[in-house]
């Protein structure tokens, strides 16, 4: 499985935005790239997903480097409640559909 | 709203004992996954599922085992607790034909072994 990498830990102040970065040089073609974050004492939760465009929903964007080898996860305005933990994960086309690896993410703190 | 349920968020045995986590999903997943989650070492695959009777296993199989006897259930097994499972274990689910869409996580059982 093609692995990612994160850093361990990211600070934010309130109300502003925060960039989380995901390297995934051995990304293949058909890997889509996702992200979840996981509150305290919660199972991980579904944030965003992309192939090879830059996406928006309504929890944050995701924005894909034009070689796909790297994404940013983009929170417009932190708020305490978006301090979790960040798992950037790939998933791909396999006839087991995608056990992904998950890494140890990013812990982000959101100081008030 | 979809759910993955776990049937216990907290459970505390002794060592040896046969433990039963139970996870019961209402999508119509053909895949589960169990992992487990430890301090400082993110989530490891356990054990997963592609189908009713078939399993994989994961990363760190030793001292478990599974079972899926239909669809939406998918069961992790220790077949003689041990201090070193005590861990929080998170069932998951997902669809092979649309890796697109992502894996729904259960709560999580906090299994203590004592």
């Known amino acids: 499985d093609a692995k990612t990498t994160q850093p361990n830990s990211m600070e934010s102040n309130e109300e502003e935005p925060v960039h989380l970065p995901c390297n995934h040089s051995t990304i293949s073609g058909t890997d889509y790239i996702h992200w979840y974050r996981q509150l305290p004492s919660q199972g991980p939760e579904y944030v965003i997903h992309?192939?090879?465009s830059n996406v928006n929903n309504r929890m944050a964007s995701l924005a894909i480097a034009e070689d796909r080898k790297s994404s940013t996860l983009i929170l417009h305005r932190a708020t305490l409640r978006d301090a979790a933990v960040y798992y950037c994960i790939l998933r791909g086309w396999n006839t087991n559909a995608g056990k992904s690896t998950f890494g140890d993410g990013t812990t982000l703190t959101v100081k008030p | 709203d979809v759910k993955v349920t776990q049937s216990s968020r907290y459970l505390v045995k002794r060592t040896g004992e046969k433990v039963f986590l139970e996870c019961v999903q209402d999508m119509d997943h053909e895949n589960m996954f169990w992992y487990r989650q430890d301090p400082g070492l993110g989530l490891r695959l356990i054990y997963f599922s592609y189908d009713v009777k078939m399993k994989e296993k994961g990363d760190i199989p030793e001292g478990y085992s599974v079972s899926r006897e239909k669809k939406e259930r998918f069961s992790l097994i220790l077949e003689s607790a041990s201090t070193n499972q005590t861990s929080m274990y998170l069932c998951?689910?997902?669809?092979?034909?649309?890796?697109?869409?992502?894996?729904?996580f259960g709560s999580g059982t906090r299994l203590t072994v004592v």
């Open positions: 992309g192939l090879t």
């Open positions: 998951a689910s997902s669809s092979p034909d649309r890796p697109g869409r992502g894996y729904t």
